[in-house]
């Protein structure tokens, strides 16, 4: 098998690596994290403790992915982007004492495949960004983001839709709910809010 390890990352003997992966430069992967084949994982990015990422993903340098967070193949998390896991953050309990591991319950981001989260930008749990879906760099993701979505702002809000390759739809002439990709052709339909490929 064939995994890149630089020396000054931080990989726990409980995650699991996939072929082909790649760990950079003062990264941590924490305990019993899972990582799939072709991965790359920039400067000082951290993988929390079991946090599942599938194949071909890439996560930025500094990128953060707490746990749970579940991210499927073909992801991208952009520089410094963050997915967070405590709806209620709080350092201390109502009595002022450190909470530590069991005094809250994390909850996850699920990100879905071929979804692109942009530089800096934040996904606040519990939230699921869609298939193929696309967040623009500093947008804080606090809703669910439909599959192919372009979504930007703070909250971020649908301001689009975006094909596989990643460029914002065109509408299709005397075509209500047709899209099409400027850059591969490939057709797509809106219904009520959704979008759906075209076979």
């Known amino acids: 098998m064939t995994v890149r390890i630089q020396p000054t990352a931080q990989v726990d003997a409980t995650a699991e690596l996939g ?10 992967i924490r305990e019993d994290a899972k990582l799939g084949s072709g991965c790359s994982v ?6 929390g403790p079991g946090v599942r990422i599938g194949d071909r993903v890439k996560l930025q340098n500094y990128a953060l992915v707490y746990e749970p967070a579940e991210l499927a193949d073909g992801v991208f998390v952009g520089p410094a982007a963050v997915l967070t896991n405590d709806y209620f953050p709080r350092s201390v309990d109502p009595e002022g004492r450190l909470k530590r591991g069991g005094d809250w319950q ?4 699920r990100v879905a495949e071929g979804a692109s989260l942009g ?3 934040v996904c606040v749990a519990p939230v699921r960004v869609g298939r193929w879906a696309l967040v623009a760099a500093g ?3 606090t809703r669910d983001v439909p599959d192919f979505a372009l ?4 909250p971020a809000r649908r301001i689009g839709w975006v094909g596989r390759a990643g460029e914002r739809l065109t509408a299709r002439d005397g075509e209500p709910g047709g899209w099409e990709c400027p850059r591969t052709g490939a057709l797509y339909e809106e219904k009520d809010g959704t979008l759906f490929e075209r076979d």
């Open 42 to 47: 920039g400067r000082g990015a951290y993988v």
């Open 106 to 109: 994390p909850v996850a981001v």
């Open 139 to 141: 947008a804080v993701v």
């Open 151 to 154: 979504v930007a702002g703070v």
């Open 19 to 28: 072929e082909d992966t790649t760990i950079w430069d003062l990264a941590q």
């Open 119 to 121: 530089a800096r930008s």
